[in-house]
């Protein structure tokens, strides 16, 4: 064979490293045989007995239902069952509380496959229609959830950062906003909303909002004011004119981890034209990505359609507990340095804190695992708040604390 110069399979990869650090963590984790070992770097529902939550039954009774005739329900010869489609998107709207006026001119669009399917989606629809100049690259809040950058790579975009405030917003780029920061847990004032929406309306520029933490940043309220504060980030932009696709994910509100339904992306239109040319655009997307719904997605749209307030019982039971793992941290924090990453500045699953050096290896010699999320200037670790124990929260927020700076 001829010696060849190039390498054009095997080009160098640029960016973060291939294995990230929660992963990292977490064969960490599970390389530990102690049996009082803590996973605080898991990355979805962990139970108060700190296994992953297990009580979720809607989402799994549906699948095993449709399981039994999986043969027949999916495939090129079988006809969307439109009523339940209607269905699960009004579920959708229920869940953001979209108004009737705005539900008509919105289009959903089943991503496949779990993790970032809805946001891929949402990409991928914006970039059909601007596929050169002010949408080349991914833009995403420093801190943010370390996937982010395979998102970008995987679709052709270049990677880049904005302040986790938006107080400065490249001019060009893709922005995804998150309303629940995923990595911090940082929330964002409602003004900052209201100002990007103004934005981004007058600009007439999309704007993808990662929406996978529904009722995650107000677990401590009751289960219908805590959808809608939830969402009052989406409403703002929507009263403001933007033009807005939410990429929800069922992963965390009804724990469906072990499963990976894919997500849905919600295309909100401010015309009755602008929202026939999206779901004609989306259509064609579906077509050329695995052309029908896959058998996991369809049973989370038959659960939604079907057994709704099933759902939402099991997405009330698990902020129940995020409420429980945040009041227990608060609670034994109190007074010291990690106190203030529990106020109603945050919410959600995780947290970064600053710590000493070396202080991923001192907890692991606890047998209590984090995230090395460090910067090149301060060693830092993220947590997932719900991983605490309920039983055992004084002792492990207490080695925690003790490392906190």
């Given at each position: 064979?001829?010696?060849?110069?190039?390498?054009?399979?095997?080009?160098?990869?640029?960016?973060?490293?291939?294995?990230?650090?929660?992963?990292?963590?977490?064969?960490?984790?599970?390389?530990?045989?102690?049996?009082?070992?803590?996973?605080?770097?898991?990355?979805?529902?962990?139970?108060?007995?700190?296994?992953?939550?297990?009580?979720?039954?809607?989402?799994?009774?549906?699948?095993?239902?449709?399981?039994?005739?999986?043969?027949?329900?999916?495939?090129?010869?079988?006809?969307?069952?439109?009523?339940?489609?209607?269905?699960?998107?009004?579920?959708?709207?229920?869940?953001?509380?979209?108004?009737?006026t705005?539900?008509?001119?919105?289009?959903?669009?089943?991503a496949?496959?779990?993790?970032?399917?809805?946001?891929?989606?949402?990409i991928?629809?914006?970039?059909?229609?601007?596929?050169?100049?002010?949408?080349?690259?991914?833009?995403?809040?420093?801190?943010s959830?370390?996937?982010?950058?395979?998102?970008?790579?995987?679709?052709?975009?270049?990677?880049?950062?904005?302040?986790?405030?938006?107080?400065?917003i490249?001019?060009?780029?893709?922005?995804?906003?998150?309303?629940?920061?995923?990595?911090?847990?940082?929330?964002?004032?409602?003004?900052?909303w209201?100002?990007?929406?103004?934005?981004?309306?007058?600009?007439?520029?999309?704007?993808?909002?990662?929406?996978?933490?529904?009722?995650?940043?107000?677990?401590?309220?009751?289960?219908?004011?805590?959808?809608?504060?939830?969402?009052?980030?989406?409403?703002?932009?929507?009263?403001?004119?933007?033009?807005?696709?939410?990429?929800?994910?069922?992963?965390?509100?009804?724990?469906?981890?072990?499963?990976?339904?894919?997500?849905?992306?919600?295309?909100?239109?401010?015309?009755?034209?602008?929202?026939?040319?999206?779901?004609?655009?989306?259509?064609?997307?579906?077509?050329?990505?695995?052309?029908?719904?896959?058998?996991v997605?369809?049973?989370?749209?038959?659960?939604?359609?079907?057994?709704?307030?099933?759902?939402?019982?099991?997405?009330?039971?698990?902020?129940?507990?995020?409420a429980?793992?945040?009041?227990?941290?608060?609670?034994?924090?109190?007074?010291?340095?990690?106190?203030?990453y529990?106020?109603?500045?945050?919410?959600?699953?995780?947290?970064?804190?600053?710590?000493?050096?070396?202080?991923?290896?001192?907890l692991?010699?606890?047998?209590?695992?984090?995230?090395?999320?460090?910067?090149?200037?301060t060693?830092?670790?993220?947590?997932?708040?719900?991983?605490?124990?309920?039983?055992?929260?004084?002792?492990?927020v207490?080695?925690?604390?003790?490392?906190v700076?």
């Amino acid at each position: 064979m001829a010696d060849i110069a190039g390498s054009a399979l095997g080009v160098p990869l640029e960016g973060p490293p291939a294995l990230d650090p929660n992963l990292v963590a977490n064969q960490r984790f599970r390389a530990d045989t102690s049996s009082s070992k803590v996973n605080l770097a898991v990355g979805t529902n962990v139970g108060a007995d700190g296994k992953p939550w297990s009580q979720a039954v809607a989402f799994p009774a549906a699948f095993a239902a449709l399981a039994k005739n999986v043969g027949t329900a999916c495939g090129s010869y079988n006809a969307p069952d439109l009523p339940r489609l209607a269905a699960a998107k009004e579920f959708l709207c229920d869940t953001i509380e979209l108004p009737a006026t705005v539900r008509a001119r919105t289009v959903v669009s089943w991503a496949t496959g779990g993790g970032s399917g809805a946001l891929t989606r949402a990409i991928a629809s914006i970039r059909a229609q601007h596929p050169h100049g002010e949408y080349g690259s991914l833009v995403v809040q420093t801190d943010s959830w370390p996937g982010y950058s395979s998102v970008a790579y995987t679709n052709g975009l270049r990677f880049d950062s904005c302040p986790l405030d938006f107080s400065e917003i490249p001019s060009r780029g893709l922005i995804v906003a998150q309303t629940i920061h995923n990595g911090t847990g940082r929330l964002l004032d409602d003004e900052v909303w209201r100002v990007m929406g103004t934005q981004f309306a007058s600009q007439d520029r999309a704007l993808i909002v990662d929406f996978p933490y529904a009722g995650f940043d107000y677990g401590d309220r009751p289960y219908r004011e805590a959808i809608h504060e939830s969402a009052s980030a989406i409403h703002a932009l929507v009263d403001a004119g933007a033009p807005v696709i939410v990429a929800f994910g069922p992963t965390k509100v009804f724990n469906t981890f072990a499963y990976r339904p894919g997500g849905a992306a919600i295309v909100i239109c401010r015309t009755a034209d602008e929202a026939a040319s999206a779901d004609a655009r989306m259509k064609r997307i579906e077509r050329g990505s695995t052309g029908f719904i896959d058998a996991v997605t369809l049973a989370l749209v038959q659960a939604m359609a079907d057994n709704p307030n099933g759902l939402r019982a099991d997405h009330a039971a698990i902020l129940t507990r995020l409420a429980e793992a945040a009041h227990d941290w608060r609670r034994h924090a109190v007074g010291s340095p990690l106190e203030s990453y529990f106020t109603s500045a945050f919410g959600g699953l995780f947290r970064i804190v600053p710590v000493t050096p070396g202080a991923v290896e001192r907890l692991a010699a606890k047998h209590i695992h984090a995230v090395d999320a460090s910067t090149a200037s301060t060693p830092r670790i993220r947590i997932n708040t719900m991983g605490l124990p309920h039983g055992r929260a004084e002792e492990v927020v207490a080695a925690v604390v003790a490392e906190v700076v």
